[in-house]
């Protein structure tokens, strides 16, 4: 005689799209799904209210404010020929943007709770500035795509220098760095990546891991302009959904980018307006609101219980 054996029936495609483009939607969508593998996208619109510009946005953004350094191109700030021949700009903006200078937002704090809820597979993010390091989210959880203040090598050699030997070289100024590239035989810069140069190899070998697996993707203040970062969007998994908070769209002119509609059910949610209050609107609407701000009075402090489904 045969034996029936019950199995749990697969989720349907109709219940990975979400009801409503909206916080709220997404909201509903995670709570009904018993979502655990959320995946983080970030760009510089997350730590603009740290006090950090971003690049591009008119008027604030570092681009318009690199203009004392009368660069050819703003870019040139970010490349390597422009770095061999005037290594000063770089240097200043390095000094200004070392970690222990700024604060985690309300958007780190967001990430940092999704993780304390167990939900965060992976926060891959495009800023050097190490914020969701201060907002308590543990390294292994983070992809710094375009690298950080970490570690710093020889830009010829790619010698390993030790991060505090340029600090100190940086803080005694031009003197400083000039001696520091005497001793070890050629410009020294942190692993910043540079326009032309390579991503590091963590960004490639968790990005094929996470991106099909992951059953979200929030994608939070990037213009979706720098590739291959940009091209994130379109490795999720197509049923999953995935929310952009953005004070502008993007991310829409890509192969398989964003689908940014007015009315559900569809895949893609697009807030528009600023990352903090879009946060907490969506701790809201979650019912995780005093948590998200116990952590962020806390500084990433306070005890988080698990979602109810974890
Ligand atoms: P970007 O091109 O400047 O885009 C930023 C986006 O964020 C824009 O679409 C803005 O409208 C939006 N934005 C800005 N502030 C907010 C806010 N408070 N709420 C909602 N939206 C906001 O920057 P990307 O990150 O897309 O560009 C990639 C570059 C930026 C990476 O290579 C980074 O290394 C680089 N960068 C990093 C930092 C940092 O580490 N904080 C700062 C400046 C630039």
Redesign the pocket.
């Known amino acids: 005689m045969g034996q029936w054996f019950t199995r749990t029936p697969k989720p349907t495609q109709a219940a990975s799209l979400l009801q409503t483009p909206t916080l709220d939607g997404v909201a509903q969508y995670i709570a009904e799904n018993r979502v655990r593998n959320i995946v983080v996208m970030?760009?510089?619109?997350?730590?603009?209210?740290?006090g950090?510009?971003?690049?591009?946005?008119k008027g604030s953004?570092?681009?318009d404010n690199l203009q004392k350094y009368k660069l050819p191109r703003a870019e040139s700030i970010?490349t390597l020929s422009y770095f061999r021949d005037r290594p000063h700009a770089f240097y200043e903006l390095c000094k200004e943007?070392w970690p222990g200078n700024y604060d985690a937002t309300p958007?780190h704090y967001f990430i940092r709770l999704l993780h304390e809820k167990g939900l965060l597979r992976r926060c891959f993010t495009?800023?050097?500035?190490s914020?969701e390091r201060m907002a308590g989210i543990p390294d292994d959880k983070v992809v710094a795509a375009?690298g950080n203040f970490d570690s710093a090598h020889v830009i010829d050699t790619d010698a390993d220098v030790d991060i505090n030997d340029l600090k100190k070289a940086l803080d005694q100024g031009e003197g400083g760095w000039r001696r520091l590239q005497a001793d070890e035989g050629g410009l020294v810069k942190p692993r910043?990546?540079f326009f032309g140069e390579e991503l590091p190899s963590r960004f490639f070998e968790l990005s094929e891991r996470d991106l099909p697996v992951c059953d979200l993707l929030i994608v939070?203040?990037?213009?979706?302009?720098?590739h291959p970062?940009?091209g994130l969007v379109c490795e999720a998994g197509a049923g999953a959904p995935r929310l952009l908070?953005?004070?502008?769209r993007?991310g829409e002119d890509q192969e398989g980018g964003f689908v940014l509609r007015k009315r559900g059910p569809c895949r893609d949610a697009f807030h528009k307006?600023?990352?903090?209050s879009?946060c907490r609107a969506l701790a809201t609407a979650l019912g995780w609101r005093e948590d998200l701000e116990a952590l962020i009075d806390s500084k990433g402090t306070a005890r988080i219980s698990r979602a109810a489904w974890i």
């Open positions: 970030c760009g510089a619109g997350i730590s603009t209210s740290a950090i510009p971003d690049f591009r946005t953004g570092l681009y970010f943007m958007g495009q800023n050097i500035d914020l375009h910043i990546v939070l203040g990037t213009s979706l302009v720098v970062f940009a908070i953005n004070r502008e993007a307006g600023d990352i903090d879009g």
